[in-house]
């Protein structure tokens, strides 16, 4: 049930934009994105309950894909600040936990 | 407003040694809580967690156990570790209205 993320790890330039994607084989109830700094514990960033929803924070949104069962975050015009490790964290119907992705390093370089 | 509070921040423990980290919530009532260890550079492996007082499940048969003896305490406890025990532990609390969890600032165990 643990989601899967890709990619595994993105450089980018500041300004330049990324998508993390999370897929999962069984279907979902909701999504949760996590940004993880280096030795800091995982911070909330947006849940997406609905199929089709798309959510905004600053210039990060994301989306959830019902059908597909995957959902896809969207960062644009990347800042130093967003650096860090992105982990998806699915939710089923019943079930009492998350299942996190692997994550996904994010690297933004001046 | 709900926080969440862990300590020891960081612990260096000889192997063999008996471990107890603690992690409180303030804020909620009867949250479900979490115990996730990580290991360096990796992702986010659930320990065990808790929907009430006394009512624990493990997802990982190891050297660890959980204890919930209050309503917003959850207990980590080894009775001996082993160096594979190092790692990053976070625990998080879940809000009643969604399945969003919450984490601790963590506890960084190093074994030696």
């Known amino acids: 049930q643990q989601p899967v993320q890709s990619p595994q790890a993105v450089i980018l330039r500041e300004g330049e934009d990324a998508v993390i994607n999370c897929s999962s084989s069984k279907a979902l109830y909701s999504v949760h994105w996590y940004r993880q700094k280096h030795g800091e514990a995982p911070v909330f960033l947006m849940i997406l309950l609905k199929g089709g929803e798309q959510k905004g924070h600053e210039k990060i949104s994301a989306s959830f894909n019902e059908k597909k069962q995957q959902s896809s975050l969207y960062l644009t015009a990347s800042q130093l600040s967003y650096s860090g490790t992105y982990f998806c964290?699915?939710?089923?119907?019943?079930?009492?936990?998350?299942?996190f992705g692997t994550g996904t390093r994010l690297t933004v370089i001046p | 407003s709900q926080t969440i509070h862990q300590w020891p921040a960081t612990l260096v423990q000889p192997v063999g040694s008996p471990l107890s980290l603690e992690c409180t919530v303030e804020g909620t009532s009867n949250p479900n809580l979490y115990w996730y260890r990580q290991a360096a550079g990796r992702g986010l492996q659930l320990l065990f967690y808790s929907i009430g007082i006394d009512q624990i499940s493990s997802e990982v048969p190891q050297n660890l156990s959980a204890s919930r003896p209050q309503d917003r305490q959850f207990i980590l406890s080894s009775k001996k570790l082993l160096l594979s025990d190092s790692g990053f532990y976070l625990c998080?609390?879940?809000?009643?209205?969604?399945?969003?969890?919450?984490f601790g600032p963590g506890t960084r165990l190093t074994v030696l």
């Open positions: 998080a609390w879940r809000g009643t209205r969604t399945d969003t969890q919450y």
């Open positions: 964290g699915t939710a089923y119907s019943g079930a009492n936990n998350l299942f």
